[in-house]
């Protein structure tokens, strides 16, 4: 099984309708992060979370919302989506100390 | 403000050749590190090299090696020997090491290769 597990891993969503992405981590790490890749733009940060409390927005978080359940649990939620949100979301993991970031497989999400 | 940059929207190797990616970066963290990811079409990403920028060598992980400049803050990565299954998106990566740091990372637009048999 991955260390880092996104579900789905595909999903094709009408307008306006509410969406979550799940993510879960066996690494035992408090930090936890949700991107989007669009192409020609690389990955940009949406949200973070260091721990349960603590939830912090990136350079992209409009529209979209999250959920820390657990120290294993990040989940991120599109209120209402729209087709600008059709892209490939990735959730990753990293240790308090250390340098490497865990990604997960990727979520594809389109908005039609 | 830090920013990672990737000049080469898209190369072509042959097969067998080496092949270097561009990646500047601009940063004003005293301690910062460097990465590389592969992303091949099914869409995972697969980390690569790191490189610390503290690290007195540059980074060597098999075929793939960074050449770290620190002075012309440039990070290219160096593919020897390029195998069809190189071909892939390739993206550069920095994140700040200092104190308080957020972990996050910052990309650059990705590099496509494609190797020729």
């Known amino acids: 099984d991955a260390d880092v597990t996104q579900t789905p891993r595909n999903r094709i969503t009408k307008t306006g309708k509410r969406i979550m992405l799940e993510c879960s981590q066996t690494?035992?790490?408090?930090?936890m992060y949700w991107y989007r890749q669009d192409p020609g733009l690389g990955l940009r940060l949406i949200y973070y979370?260091?721990?349960?409390?603590?939830?912090n927005k990136g350079e992209i978080s409009d529209g979209y919302s999250v959920s820390r359940q657990a120290q294993a649990k990040f989940s991120l939620s599109l209120e209402s989506a729209i087709p600008n949100q059709t892209a490939l979301y990735f959730c990753?993991?990293?240790?308090?100390?250390?340098?490497?970031?865990?990604f997960g497989q990727g979520t594809r999400l389109t908005v039609v | 403000a830090q920013k990672i940059t990737q000049t080469q929207p898209g190369m072509f190797v042959q097969e067998k050749e080496a092949v270097t990616l561009d990646c500047t970066y601009d940063?004003?963290?005293?301690?910062?590190?460097l990465f590389w990811y592969k992303q091949p079409s099914s869409g995972e990403m697969i980390f690569l090299i790191y490189?610390?920028?503290?690290?007195?060598q540059n980074a060597t992980e098999g075929r793939y090696s960074l050449n770290f400049q620190k002075a012309r803050k440039s990070a290219n990565l160096v593919i020897s020997a390029s195998q069809l299954g190189d071909s892939a998106m390739y993206f550069c990566?920095?994140?700040?090491?200092?104190?308080?740091?957020?972990?996050?990372?910052?990309f650059g637009q990705g590099t496509t290769l494609q190797v020729k048999p």
């Open positions: 979370s260091f721990d349960v409390k603590d939830i």
């Open positions: 990566a920095m994140r700040d090491l200092g104190s308080g740091n957020t972990g996050k990372l910052i």
């Open positions: 490189q610390g920028s503290y690290d007195q």
């Open positions: 690494k035992g790490h408090d930090r």
């Open positions: 990753a993991t990293s240790p308090n100390r250390g340098t490497e970031a865990f």
């Open positions: 940063t004003s963290d005293p301690s910062y590190g």
